[in-house]
């Protein structure tokens, strides 16, 4: 299965292209749009006011409910945006955004309205094709899911087991303790307040992969196929399979995960590898940890320069901006890991 | 440039073919040594005891002194090896390693003698591809250098600049402050006292990319490339950019690198973003952090299953092994690094 | 520049993403459509008298008149069509088609209306994306043209020169000698007459290419990079390079090309081998010829097998189909052509 | 499985490493021997009185006479050779060669002796490579296996059933018909006489290949897939499917594959298809047939230009060559079969 993903924020339409579908998959449209509907904006006070409809129309692939196998491709039409809100910034780079990079990369000629192609929008479309490869990998047994890890160094419960990750990922508010969730959404209306943003990470799991696929090398490596999808998402600055960084901190003795025989099948009584032993999975699920970065958005002024003149400038952001993009994430995460777990599968 | 490493540990030999390097280039292979030489063990009472001559041959692609432009093969011929010490533990997965995953993916077909292919020597021929990548590099300006950024918690001072980077890679134990690097010293020579071992972390320098290379889609994202490329080195668990999971404890106005001009350029004043907004160079060094796993060979008694008969076991793994792969790592991670950024730049 | 082709005959919309499109060329969507009527049925008694709209409209990758480097979406939307004609068919696999294969391969769930994926109609936005390639290579000095070199033995006076053939892709029957067009015409009609069809042949050019490009190794083969692209269209069945199949009864005095000075450049004065040695080009024009095979769809009856019951049966097929898809392959031809040529350029 | 080709004709050795062989195949290695030694020349008076020994070494991925899974590298070291003639060479491209383009784009520094990477003696790895996916289709009931089509225009009798073209591949000269074989022959040797070489075809037939295989589209197309294996064999110039070339001279009516039942499957009472139909498997054979040029290399005197110079001259090639590389070019035209057979089938 491969994707590709076409859109800007104020263009007609984003979407995307999904190659090699198996076909005869009866397709639950109304579960993909549910996965939209996780990660769309103005359900909570957190998050954004603007309002998305994004509603997932199907251009092919699709006939009589089911995949034909015919690259299936998926649109979201934009509706009205407010395109002259970004004038002003078409020249002067926003810090932390990708407008200079793209500046640089285009010569200019990008899209500079609402981030263009740069626009956490996109990370709509990614979040239909992980919907459908989570129907894909339920036929194998396999499911995705994820939890708020830490917001601005709250730090959710570990890691539960799939009963209770089931539980979570319908949560508005994605986290194993709704204790610290609220402690969360503190921190983040607190950042909202002082026309500030915070950062944060997401953990995911993903049970049900049988032990031996992938390879030790480069192009079949499980992690490094895992970290293609994920740093594909905006934001994501850091992928940290099992312990982690933790791993830095750790003698062998506790980072090595011992065997053991559970129900006649060899298990690890720990899990610090996150289910992954020299590029190959062990059986045991799949957990990594995806660091987001702070909303770079943010009222505060900022120091940038004018690539007209060469000169440096104040800019302030206006416009409504998420203070926190950390939960909308979550389903966004467990789409890249779905897609993920499909390639490994060799699906 | 794309590469294919081959070869196990107690074969008859390892090897890398390297295709698309640029033809013309004047090969140092004195340098491809030097840097072969630093990964060696044996240099230090911190690492293994173990000899490695690992002279590397050029087979092909390499004609007068210059490259060609063909495949330029590279094989390190591996000399006697004691390969009965590894019989025992053919049924046994030793915790932390890939035996158990490899068991399965290849059914019991792997070579079990030294790691086989799952083998840290395998990273000599990464580093022999990764030594000619700084060749071509140094043609467009660019340098990779990396030191040890902690190592069981004691860290390094913050990445320096250019020259001092320059300064680092020469010393037999790469870090920025030697007191620091005295300390890491200790924590190894008494975790392989009490037959433990110990993880650390290596931060990665690319210096000199220009801005707008990359994008923010699958498969173009500079991230995802470097994470694609750094995975595949044995031991890496967590790849981070710029500030990496510090991110997670950041608001956005900390976080963002405010634009600045100086020398004409534009610039960030800091450097938290690594390198890399929107999945596009930015003008900056590509910054990153690699977490690397404690050794899992130590020769504390560990837990295990027998493979034949699916009972469990104890484990005790004897040889001379590294109590700390670390140091031993840094021109690995190098190497990655550089094939990476060939990559990134359409070599 | 990567493509990906999406939709169905009968289906919502047929489109294309072409990512990786250089940013800041002024794209000219009037010769985009230009091409697309090219290839659009009904402007000759020997096509299809089914009236396709074929507008093509962009959804993304373009702002202000320029592309902007993000992936180019491209759409057409189907008007409405017959569905009823083909419940027939569902069943019956039609002879020459790719009923059969792709029924196996969807075990049952592909669209078979119109030929669904596997429609003719899929050049649409292959030709579109082609379009692009093409306005791309203008850039770099590169053209692209092709006639139809024999259709049922019929041939066409050989490749012209660069000016000559600029004339031929503006003819509505795109033939240097209009006297073999008009023969050719004949045998389409009499075959039309007879309820059958005719196959033939396209000899495309593209002018332009430097010499170097390419390598001999797989993957990198400029013949082999343009085999990929040219038998993903529809109906091609073979490609050959340069003197192509004449080489089997060649000598190779007579099938070698003599090299030559010209103007000060090394050229070869014949150009047997279409511009591609050992795997690289040699600067002559990359010339090859693409074997169209006989539209399956034909009125006489045929002998079937009806997959529901597992008998044989006959099979009549109704409805517009074209006596001869040759002309109209014509400039998806060199729109294939196009994209194989940027690929070998590196864009 | 993927592959990587290397060396040089007159560098220490030539080699290729196949990724993704699936563990556990118990390698005949004899039989890669076999192969290599069915394209070695010195066996008739047809072929180059060059002697090469070519003899297979395995350096990794194989254990205890099973695959292991881990990459496979085989390498074939060079015996001495005469670099003595080519020096002359070095500035005057050989016309028919790659001598010319590869100076270009290697701008003078590669390997010019004996052909460098461009030599056909590369074709051995090829063929081992081929050799190894035979193993791997075997065990999948797939058999590949072809003849000598033609040469200089004499024509083979047309391709066989299985167990026929099972005994063609056992003889030296590998033809359906012997006597025609005998013509073949005889043209060669004039040719050889006359210092010149001749040109001719193979036709390949790949059995055992279910049905449903492949897409219509770009990159999965089965077409596309064996196009592009076999475009990477020097020498070869044309790839047609089925009927091939002759679809251009025939009407619907007859280029259509009627469809039948057989033992309970269904088939075509014709193969005009070549086993493809949009661009998927259909159950037939996959046959196609690879057109293949006269050998570059004559005695005869050449018209060419001296590089350093820019000015016309004459070359005479000396050396003992084959005046035709058909007979040799057969197993490797199966090898490249058998890898794109294997990349079909997702192995």
């Known amino acids: ?30 579960r993909v749009q549910w996965e939209l509907d996780r990660r769309r904006p103005g359900k909570d006070p957190t998050a954004t006011a603007r309002k998305e409809a994004d509603r997932v ?16 491709a998926m649109v979201i039409y934009n509706s009205d945006q407010h395109s002259k809100d970004y004038e002003s910034i078409r020249y002067i780079p926003r810090p932390g955004h990708g407008d200079y990079a793209g500046f640089i990369k285009s010569r200019g000629a990008q899209d500079y ?3 263009g ?66 402690e969360m959404r503190q921190a983040i209306l607190e950042a909202k307040e002082q026309q500030d943003s915070v950062g944060g990470a997401i953990e995911c799991a ?36 099992g312990a982690g960084a933790a791993f830095s901190l750790m003698r062998g003795s ?6 053991a025989v559970e129900d006649g099948r060899v298990v690890t009584t720990t899990n610090h590898a996150g289910g992954v032993n020299g590029g190959i999975t062990n059986g ?6 995806a660091t987001i970065r702070p909303t770079p958005s943010i009222s505060l002024p900022q120091q940038s320069v004018d690539l007209r003149t060469g000169e440096e400038t104040e800019i302030e952001i206006h416009g409504r901006h998420d203070p ?19 390639a490994v599968l060799g699906i």
């Open 1 to 30: 299965m491969r994707h590709m993903i076409f859109g800007e924020s104020h263009g007609p339409a984003i979407g995307v292209v999904l190659e090699g579908v198996p076909a005869g998959l009866e397709l639950d449209l109304e």
């Open 57 to 72: 129309e199907v251009l092919s692939g699709l006939f009589a409910g089911k995949t034909t196998g015919a690259p299936l």
């Open 113 to 115: 309205r609402g981030g």
């Open 117 to 182: 192609h740069f626009s956490g929008r996109l990370t709509a479309p990614l979040t239909a094709a992980g919907a459908v490869a989570k129907q894909v990998l339920a036929r194998k047994g396999v499911w995705v899911g994820a939890h708020i890890s830490s917001i601005y160094g709250i730090c959710d419960a570990p890691l539960g087991e799939l009963e209770e990750m089931k539980n979570v990922v319908n949560k508005p508010f994605p986290v194993l303790s709704d204790a610290k969730g609220e």
């Open 206 to 241: 993903v049970y049900g992969l049988p032990a031996g696929l992938g390879a030790p090398d480069f192009g079949c490596n499980v992690e490094g196929i895992f970290a293609q999808y994920l740093f594909a998402v905006p934001a994501v600055k850091g992928v940290d399979f």
């Open 254 to 259: 506790e980072a090595n995960d011992p065997f």
């Open 284 to 289: 045991m699920p799949v957990v990594f940890e």
């Open 324 to 342: 926190c993009i950390v939960p909308r994430a979550v389903p966004v995460i467990e789409a890249a890991a779905a897609l993920a777990a499909c």
